[in-house]
């Protein structure tokens, strides 16, 4: 094939079979539980997980699929609070912050979308991608990472929507509840699998495009203030202190690489990589600076009671104020509002099953519906003990989501244009070896570069629990540049390591 990825005729996952048939071997494997697990499947439950998709088993046909898989997922109430941050946390105007989210976007967007294009090429799920960069052991320390990542997104997906619920009707519905509703919701597509994950986020999108017109509409109403922070915005290098922070959290808004390839790995392997590409982008930059720039917006609005509403950072409460005019029609919107969440957290659910399966072969052995139910479980707990904490979870979450996703995007980026091109040292990806750590590379370079990246992380990082050194250099309490460092120290090294690497093992 002209793009270097070879079709193959066996997978060294498990057992052929797998390949042809993975019901019916997941369902032998459990003895008097397989007549029950083969009724699963035959009512339409998943049974692939980490294996490779061969090409002739692609079930997808529709490209157009990664547009619509993640506008609906970014469309959502877990994006808006992400725009508040800019003037609550770093003390941005309105106009200042629009161009934070317009710019670092278009870099998150593009990065994420790149990965994107080697799913149908490939066959395989992002984690499973990566070995062929890092080694087997390598593949495993990114899987314990996204499993902590993926827990983090949904605890704050959860804790949102079940503040949203409880704002309805103050005092009638626990914060608990709210939570658990949200997680039960997600759920249930995640059972199931791929094809009802993209049943259901095919449709989900349009509800709440119509809500979040609706609070630009209502909030516009109440009076947008654009220049009311203007006088206590930051300057000199605080401001810049200011922009790079709120900029690391908008790019690991768009943290979604180290996933995407796991919801197009069944399209057809000749589909085009620029159509895969340009979909993904604007599935992407569009709902998330759409949503993003809305909550910006939203808290410029001075008014007492909007201001009241917040309070410390209860986003749920404020956007019940805007919809509030509506009366009963407000609150119809705000749950529907609230329910969105649930397309958020469907992709955080079944990714986070992909990666422990990905931890290693025994745990891949179990089926990935169960893996879903044990996420289910951990951030649901979470959410509840956390609830409280909502602005707080989600700022760390997503700045340091920034930091390990630059370092795994750049490595796959590198080696797929500088090592796996048909004219590179490795001529291409032998996809049966996707399971094979004698066959793999044998990922000193990649566990070293990623460590290299990672410092570079630490020196730029600035958190609640710790400021780098490099970061203390940039205004008077420090800018994140945590993401940018990591990208940049990764990216420099890994070529020259990776070069070593293939040179004294031939991988």
Known sequence: MKSGFPSHERDSFDDDDVKAAPDKVIAQRFGVLGPYLAKLFDHGVEARGVERCPEDQ?????????LLMWWSVNACLTTVPIGILAQTLFTLTFPHAVACILTFGVIGAALCSFIATLGPQTGLRSLMISRFSVGHIGGTIFSGLNILTQLGFATSAVILGGQT??????????LAWGCVIIAVGSLVPCFVGYNMVHYYEKYAWVIAYFIFIVLYALGGKAGYDIGAQKALENRGTDYVASVLSFGSIVYGSFGWGAVVADYNCKLPVNTSPHKVFWMTFLGLYIPICFAEILGA????ITAPAYVAAYGDGNAGQLLAQVLSPWKGGGKFLLTLLALTNVANNIPQTYSAAISIQALGRPLALIPRFFWCLVAFALYTTAAIVGREHFSLILSNVLSVLGYWTSIFVIMILEEHVLFRRPSGRLRGYNLDDYDSPTKLPLGLAGILAGCIGAAGAVLGMSQVYYTGPIARTIGSSGADIGWELALSFTGVSFPLLRTLEIRFTGR
Do not use: V
């Open 58 to 66: 692609r079930e997808d046909q529709h490209f157009w699929n990664n």
């Open 297 to 300: 917006a939203l808290i410029t």
């Open 165 to 174: 619920l409880a704002a309805i009707n103050p005092g009638t519905l626990p």
